[in-house]
């Protein structure tokens, strides 16, 4: 074997060209690593974040040329480009892992029955104890407020566009708007009703002020899931439907709209999941209240996000923690029905549509 | 409100085409089919019913739109006429003030220099990272990776910028020196006051870029997963390396989706709010050195300064807002026009 190897090699036309080894890129990261901590702890660098990124660096340098010295330039290019995208992959694993670790161990300690089942009423900026009733109340109102006009108006345009407009000029112009409407930022939503709703009709901040500017930002994505689920259904089903003499309507709302079910659930659950923590709209025509206010057309009231960022800008040690342990109630609230929403498109997608 | 019901109004008319007359609509049901004349009729006005109210949907989507830059353009008129600087080119924000003084320059600068930041650092990361899952990372664990990403995609910006304020803030001090020292010739990192809080539009630049990183990571994802297994093995059988079939199959199919994916992540970072309002240490100046704590964004100004404001105040906030609106508008209808064009010449639907 040895002298086929080495007999080959000399008549320079190889089959197999020569390769690293498959432990390489495990010794090469620990020499990264080492060399990093060494440069680090000898130049004196405080930062961490400077370890990591010289240590990144020195890793796909020695992967680059350790390659090209072995396997030639065109593997060494492979080689770094392998290299920088583990790179890439567990650099950015870090801060969001951190995100999600100082939130988890920040946030755990704070929360309690006495944090979920009380409002901040009579509690004072440098005094443990209160919690986020009243928000978690104002997020639920007003989100639900938000989803009870943003879902039927958005599945209706989705099957506007879907089953009628078919590439008509209103159905070409809603769909541009839609993609425009994504792209409004929420402080934008929010100015908006502040401006027509606010100053212009003079009506009081109230938790459905709020949950109008969310229904804006709820609807395009409503609008954009629900098209692709209606694109999804077969058109055998509709026209079975339809030669069996049922009216259009009807085999919309008894054929289509039930077999994209699933899906169009999954889509209104997510975009509830990304209208929970938006914070601008609520800031400016919620307002904000430390009690307890379970009508959402009078006064105003507070919301999980709203309620991390009065915490946060309080700035005392208390009301930071309080504010971590909102972010976490809110990060669960979140990953629950981003989960919630999954597990219905599994359990309910379409037979055979499915991957 | 007249124009879009207008539009809507032929196609339900060349539909029916027995519908001007009332009496002969009625009629026309009972024509071919006598048995089924009550199915028959109460379909014509179900469907006519369940058509008006989703094509009146449609249109109040189009009614909302018009609404937003409607009341946002009346009331920054009504700031701006009130205006006593320039709105384009003041740097300051002095709406409390008598005389009141107020523009834009600062604020779309700081807009603007932020997202880019954030876009230069996320992207290229991104695409990384949706790479690896799509393509590099051990099939067993791609997607369980996938749902993570899209986990952390939902994430509230409120977290992203409370962990920005209070965890990565104390940590940029020692890149902020480092940067400043060794770059600081580059003008953009140069610092005018080393040692201050790293409270600057970088930091900024780098909590927004990572509060993107999942949102363009999950779309890319997606496109890059689509990519025509025949491609991909095409480029492998006639020798490729791994990363040449990555960059003659994956990438020019993925193209439009990476574009747009970016858009959609630079409309994110232009647009918000949060996790800016909580890192940054504001003030209304020109400043291009990114790591000086000044300087502010559109949406921050927006959010702090509300609170503060009454009339004229919150007109100019509004007018503020526009002006953003504006700004995600181009971005938006660039990504489309690029997609669009993109689409035409890419083979990649073959």
């Not at chain 1, 130049?43 to 990144?56: E, M, P, R």
């Not at chain 1, 057309?297 to 960022?309: A, D, K, R, T």
């Not at chain 2, 999950?218 to 390396?241: K, N």
Request: aromatic residues 8%; charged residues 10%; contains cysteine.
């Amino acid at each position: 074997m040895s002298s086929l190897a080495t007999s080959s090699r000399s008549l320079s036309s190889t089959l197999t060209e020569r390769r690293l080894p498959r432990w390489m890129p495990a010794a090469n990261l620990v020499l990264a690593v080492l060399l990093a901590v060494a440069i680090g702890a000898g130049f004196g660098l405080s930062s961490k974040l400077q370890w990591c990124l010289i240590g990144a660096i020195l890793f796909v340098a020695i992967q680059y040329v350790a390659s090209t010295a072995v396997e030639g330039r065109r593997h060494a290019k492979n080689t770094m480009a392998t290299s920088l995208v583990w790179v890439a992959f567990l650099l950015a694993l870090l801060p969001l892992i951190s995100v999600l670790w100082m939130t988890i161990s920040k946030g755990i300690g704070v929360i309690n029955a006495n944090f979920l089942t009380h409002s901040m009423n009579g509690i004072a900026i440098n005094q443990d104890g209160g919690g986020l009733y009243h928000a978690l109340i104002g997020t639920l109102e007003q989100v639900g407020l938000a989803a009870l006009f943003a879902a039927p108006v958005g599945i209706l345009t989705a099957v506007y566009l879907v089953e009628y407009g078919r590439g008509n000029k209103l159905s070409k112009a809603v769909s541009f708007f839609v993609d425009v409407m994504t792209g409004v930022p929420s402080i934008v939503a929010g100015l908006f009703v502040l401006s027509f709703w606010i100053i212009i009709l003079n009506m009081p901040f109230t938790g459905f002020a709020g949950s109008m500017a969310l229904a804006i930002l709820m609807l395009p994505v409503v609008v954009r899931s629900t098209e692709e689920m209606l694109k999804l259904v077969p058109n055998e089903l509709r026209e079975a439907s339809l030669a069996l003499g049922v009216p259009k309507w009807l085999t919309i709302t008894r054929v289509v709209l039930p077999t994209a079910l699933g899906g169009i659930t999954t889509g209104v659950m997510l975009a509830v999941a990304r209208i929970v923590g938006e914070t601008a709209p609520i800031l400016m025509l919620v307002f904000g209240a430390d009690t307890i206010n379970m009508d959402p057309f009078n006064n105003p009231q507070s919301s999980l996000p709203l309620f991390v960022w009065t915490e946060y800008s309080r700035g005392t040690d208390q009301s930071q923690a309080r504010a971590w342990g909102g972010a976490l109630v809110l990060i669960a609230l979140v990953m629950v029905l981003n989960l919630v929403a999954r597990g219905i498109a599994r359990w309910k997608a379409p037979k055979g549509l499915s991957r | 409100m007249e124009t879009p019901r207008d539009t809507s109004a032929p196609p339900s008319g060349s539909q029916n085409p027995q519908a001007p007359t009332p009496h002969l609509a009625g009629s026309s049901p009972r024509r071919g089919r006598s048995s089924l004349s009550d199915a028959g009729s109460t379909g014509r006005r179900g469907d006519a019913i369940f058509k008006f109210a989703s094509s009146g949907s449609g249109v109040l989507l189009l009614v909302i739109m018009a609404a937003i830059a409607a009341f946002l353009t009346v009331r920054a008129v009504s700031a701006i006429s009130a205006d006593h600087g320039n709105f384009l080119t003041t740097a300051d924000w002095q709406t409390q003030a008598d005389p009141i003084t107020f523009g834009i320059a600062a604020i779309a600068l700081g807009t603007v220099l932020s997202a880019l930041i954030a876009m230069v650092i996320a992207v290229p990361v991104a695409l990384g990272i949706a790479l690896f899952i799509s393509h590099y990372a051990p099939r067993r664990i791609a997607q369980g990776l996938g749902y993570v990403v899209d986990l952390l995609a939902a994430v509230p910006s409120i977290v992203f910028g409370l962990w920005g304020a209070l965890f990565l803030v104390p940590h940029m001090i020692g890149v902020n020196a480092w940067l400043n020292q060794y770059f600081g010739w580059t003008f953009i990192f140069h610092q005018n006051e080393p040692g201050t809080q790293p409270r600057s539009l970088f930091t900024v630049g780098v909590v927004l870029a990572i509060m993107i990183l999942p949102i363009i990571t999950a779309v890319t994802r997606e496109i890059f997963l689509q990519v025509p297994r025949a491609h991909e093995e095409a480029a492998l059988a006639l020798g490729a390396t791994r990363w040449e079939m990555v960059r003659t199959a994956v990438i020019p199919f993925g193209r439009s989706g990476i574009i747009s994916a970016s858009m959609l992540g630079l409309g994110r970072a232009l647009g918000e709010t949060m996790a800016v309002a909580t890192v940054l240490s504001p003030s209304y100046v020109i400043n291009f050195h990114v790591l000086d704590p000044a300087g502010s964004t559109i949406a921050q100004t927006i959010a702090s300064q509300f609170g503060e404001s009454q009339g004229t105040g919150r007109d100019a906030l509004i007018a503020a807002g526009l002006v953003l609106f504006v700004i995600t508008l181009l971005v938006n209808g660039g990504a489309r026009l690029i997609i669009a064009r993109r689409k035409e010449y890419s083979g990649a639907d073959a």
